[in-house]
């Protein structure tokens, strides 16, 4: 059964949806499909998920370990794995994963999938950025993504721990 479960953060609350064991989806407050999941599904505990979104956000937790079923295309799920590739606190950019993926000419259709990410944070598409060096966009806002980069670096400037 699928279930959602809010969760507070410094960025706004989080709605996390799931099976109760793996994480499907996690929603910003600014999502439109937010109310739509909370009207449609049952409320529930995520634990695992929130636990370690709740210890990233204290600045304990640097890589996840929950179970993940994102739903996408194939291509998709090959953007979103290299983007849990990106070390913690660095970034890459669109084009530096089409070349991983053996396509340069692919960083759009590389941005497309990272803009499709359903598990922000998780899998980071946070620290994708523009070939000038710029921030592009996030769906959680351009502030929001500033912040997950800033609170990474300082997290581990000043010694987050590495779980």
């Not at 960083?107 to 950025?129: D, E, F, M, Q």
Request: charged residues 15%; glycine residues 10%; aromatic residues 8%.
């Amino acid at each position: 059964m699928t279930l959602w479960q809010p969760l507070p953060t410094p960025i706004g609350e989080l709605t996390l949806i799931g099976d109760g064991t793996a994480l499907s989806e996690i929603l910003f407050a600014s999502s439109p499909r937010r109310e739509l999941i909370r009207h449609s599904l049952p409320p529930g505990e995520l634990p695992q998920a929130a636990e370690e979104l709740q210890a990233y956000f204290a600045g304990a937790r640097q890589h996840f370990t929950v179970p993940l079923q994102p739903q996408g295309t194939p291509f998709q799920t090959q953007v979103w794995a290299l983007l849990r590739e990106i070390p913690y606190a660095e970034t890459t950019t669109y084009g530096a994963l089409a070349a991983r993926l053996g396509n340069p000419n692919a960083s759009r259709a590389v941005g497309l999938a990272n803009g499709a990410n359903p598990l922000p944070i998780i899998v980071p598409c946070h620290r994708v950025i523009g070939s000038n060096g710029q921030l592009t966009g996030y769906a959680g806002g351009l502030t929001t993504k500033s912040w997950l980069l800033d609170w990474e670096r300082h997290c581990k400037l000043f010694g987050a721990d590495r779980e």
